[in-house]
C-alpha cells in the first residue's frame, strides 16, 4: 500500500508543479486575500513598503501571490461627489486595505488608529454590514494620517476581487453614504465614532424588525436610541442619520444576495488553499485503500 501512497503523492506534486506559482518555498497563490492600494499609495514605493510592513506585523508576512487592486480618485470621487459632494485629487487616496476571506467566522475589522483619523472599527463595519458582508478579516491604514472615509471603496474593491463578484452599485453607494454621513456627525459634534456606529447599527436592526424605510420612522428611532444611550444628537444630525440607514435598508434585498455568494465563496472549495486540496485528496485516497490489505509479491 505504501507504494501506491508515495507514488501518489509523486504524482500529486508532479500535476502541483503545473499550477503552483513560481516563486520561493513555502508562497503560494491565494485568492480569498486582496489588497487594494490607494493611487497615491501605490505610486509611491516608500508609501507602499510602510502599507505592505503592517500588513506583514499583523500577520500577513507574504503578499506576493495575494490579489493587488488600485483604488483611484475617480473610483473614489463616482461616489463621494453625490453624497457628500467632495471630490478628490489622485494625490489624496491614501488608505488602503487587506481583505482575507479565509476565516469563516463573523467579520474582524483592524484599523490602523495611528493613521486613520476619523473612521473606526464599529463605522467600518456598520457599513461592510449594509453591503451584505458578514465574514472575512479586513485590515484598513494608510502611510500617512487620513480620514479613512475613501478606504470603504477600497474594502468593497478588495471583496469583489477576492470573490470574483461584484457588489451591486446602488449597494455600495448605501454603505459608503453611511461612512460619510457618521463621519460628519463626528466632526460636527462631541460624539464619538463609536457611539455614532452604536446607534446607526442598533437603529438598522429596528428598522429591519419593523420592515420600514419610512424616514420619520427611523428619526424616531434614532432619536430613541440616542436618549437610552444618553447621547445628544441635533435634529438634523438624526435627520442625516435617518436617511442613510432608510438607503440601506431600501437596498436590504440586493446586500442579503451578495452576502449569500460571499459565504458560497468562503465555503466552496476554490477558497481553500492548493495544499489543503492535496491534502483531502491524500486522505480520501487513503480511505479509499484502507479495506484493501491484500499483500502482493511479484
Known amino acids: 500500500m505504501w ?9 500529486i506534486f508532479i500535476i502541483g508543479g503545473f499550477v503552483v506559482p513560481v516563486g520561493p518555498i513555502g ?10 492600494y490607494g ?21 500577513y508576512n507574504n503578499l506576493d501571490n495575494a490579489n493587488k487592486t488600485i483604488i483611484t480618485a475617480n473610483d473614489v470621487n463616482a461616489i463621494s461627489q453625490d453624497i457628500s459632494h467632495k471630490t478628490y485629487n489622485s494625490n489624496q487616496i491614501l488608505s488602503s486595505a487587506l481583505v482575507d476571506l479565509n476565516s469563516n467566522n463573523d467579520i474582524k475589522v483592524d484599523v490602523d488608529k495611528s493613521k486613520i483619523t476619523t473612521v473606526t472599527e464599529s463605522m467600518y463595519k456598520t457599513a461592510l454590514n449594509s453591503s451584505g458582508i458578514t465574514k472575512g478579516h479586513v485590515i484598513v491604514t494608510s502611510p500617512t494620517t487620513a480620514t479613512g472615509e475613501s478606504a470603504l471603496a477600497g474594502i468593497l474593491k478588495s471583496y469583489e476581487v477576492a470573490t470574483g463578484k461584484e457588489i451591486p452599485n446602488d449597494v455600495k453607494e448605501a454603505a459608503n453614504n453611511e461612512i460619510y454621513t457618521q463621519s460628519e456627525v463626528v466632526n460636527n459634534t462631541n460624539i464619538s465614532a463609536d457611539d455614532v456606529a452604536n446607534v446607526v447599527s442598533q437603529a438598522k436592526e429596528e428598522a429591519a424588525k419593523q420592515n420600514t424605510t ?14 437610552n444611550n444618553n447621547i445628544n444628537i441635533t435634529s438634523t444630525d438624526a435627520s442625516n442619520l435617518a436617511d442613510s440607514i432608510s438607503q440601506s435598508q431600501s437596498v436590504q434585498d440586493k446586500a442579503n444576495q451578495y452576502q449569500n455568494q460571499v459565504t458560497d465563496y468562503v ?6 488553499t492548493l495544499f489543503s486540496q492535496i491534502w483531502n485528496i ?9 479495506g484493501s490489505t491484500t499483500n502482493t509479491s511479484n
Open 3 to 11: 507504494g501506491k501512497i508515495i507514488g501518489i503523492i509523486l504524482i
Open 39 to 59: 493611487e497615491t499609495t501605490y505610486a509611491n514605493q516608500d508609501y507602499k513598503d510602510i502599507v505592505n510592513q503592517y500588513f506583514k506585523d499583523n500577520g
Open 27 to 36: 508562497q503560494t497563490a491565494d485568492s480569498s486575500i486582496a489588497v487594494t
Open 214 to 227: 419610512d424616514t420619520q420612522t427611523i428619526i424616531n428611532i434614532v432619536n430613541n436610541i440616542a436618549s
Open 282 to 290: 491524500i486522505q480520501s485516497m487513503l480511505n479509499g485503500n484502507t
Open 267 to 272: 465555503n466552496s472549495e476554490g477558497a481553500q
